[in-house]
Nanobody, 123 residues
């Protein structure tokens, strides 16, 4: 049973850092992703990682500032967020894919989503 639980959100000033955690994926999962949704906007993919190889992909908006990683022994995926900007303010969600292509679009068909954790960046 895959039950994803996020933690680590909070409020920081611009330029600050936060680390999000998402626990609960299992060996049946092939790909993990982080998404965010700001008020009035669509949910968008931020970063994703392959469970076995650790291969990563980032949206251009966070490339060079965010780092996704995973610890399979702890069944936990992380999102280290540095140099945060006010436009990074959103609810952040993790999601898991049991198979198929590890693309942002495929996650939206997945049943495995966390409840979200709020990130607020003030200027």
């Amino acid at each position: 049973q895959v039950q994803l639980v996020e933690s680590g959100g909070g409020s920081v000033e611009a330029g600050g850092s936060l680390r999000l955690s998402c626990s609960g994926y299992t060996y049946s999962i092939s790909c993990m992703g982080w998404f965010r949704q700001a008020p009035g906007k669509d949910r968008e993919g931020v970063a994703r990682i392959l469970r076995n190889s650790g291969s990563t992909y980032y949206d251009d908006s966070v490339k060079g500032r965010f780092t996704i990683s995973r610890d399979n022994a702890k069944n936990t995926v992380y999102l280290q967020m540095n140099s945060l900007k006010p436009e990074d303010t959103a609810m952040y969600y993790c999601a898991a894919l049991p198979g198929g292509s590890c693309s942002f679009n495929n996650f939206f068909s997945s049943h495995y989503w966390g409840q979200g954790t709020q990130v607020t960046v003030s200027s």
